[in-house]
């Protein structure tokens, strides 16, 4: 094929997704809400970004650990830099504190992606503000995979919001308007294990705590299965 078609390909989607899209999407043909919990594994991730341009920014970190039987597995973790296109420093990535030599370094996101889709497996996705990463991921897939991720997601914002929400008022009956649903504000809120903010993989186990803690009190309140969850979030799957 000419060199110069291909990008066109891609734009019209004509070339098959990778191979690990197709398994992925597989995966998830006959998904079912209605099992406990418990059932489920979770893969809790966050991505590092060059900034929030959804057009023009790029993913350069991502961090995730798995879950299983409402468990953080500190032995099943996830942490890779990718290597964008643009490696310029600027306001976010010393945020981040990743050097330009490290992104030097970096595996392209071709070579990134596939491992943490066969990470993630048959797991639902969790992240905090969940949207912003699978847009990122989903964009960075489209364009070196050819498709998007098939994983169902939950967002711990959302949750978080449901849940304060739902008990939470003042003295006069009102919801309190001034909380903060940053992850590190919750995570002081609630009592929770604090992690070093800006670094995809301590930001994916500092929402696994926050995640965890947000499903005992939802269970604690009757809500034992995915879709209930799903209902009284009001969360989109």
Do not use: W
Not at 189 to 201: G, T
């Amino acid at each position: 094929m000419l060199s110069f078609l291909k990008p066109f390909r891609k734009m019209l989607s004509l070339d098959p997704p990778h191979p690990v899209l197709l398994k992925n999407r597989e995966q998830f043909i006959d998904f079912k809400q209605g099992a406990p919990l418990s059932d489920y594994t979770f893969v809790v991730c966050d991505t590092e970004l060059t900034g929030l341009n959804k057009r023009k920014d790029e993913i350069i970190s991502i961090g995730a650990v798995r879950i299983v039987n409402l468990q953080i597995e500190l032995d099943q973790t996830f942490h890779r830099y990718i290597r964008p296109t643009n490696i310029n420093p600027n306001e976010a990535t010393l945020i981040h504190r990743i050097t330009p030599e490290e992104l030097k370094k970096a595996d392209s996101a071709q070579d990134v992606l596939p491992e943490f889709i066969e990470f993630c497996d048959n797991s639902l996705i969790v992240g905090h503000f969940v949207g912003l990463d699978m847009h990122f991921l989903n964009k960075t897939s489209r364009q070196v995979l050819g498709g998007t991720l098939s994983n169902p997601g939950i967002d711990t914002m959302r949750l978080a919001r449901r849940f304060k929400d739902s008990g939470r008022t003042d003295h006069y009956g009102h919801h309190d308007q001034a909380s903060s649903y940053t992850l590190d504000a919750l995570a002081k809120e609630f009592n929770l294990p604090v992690f070093k903010p800006h670094d995809a993989l301590e930001d994916a186990l500092q929402t696994a705590y926050l995640f965890l803690y947000l499903l005992k009190k939802f269970r604690d309140g009757g809500i034992n299965s995915l879709k209930e969850l799903y209902q009284a979030g009001r969360i989109r799957s």
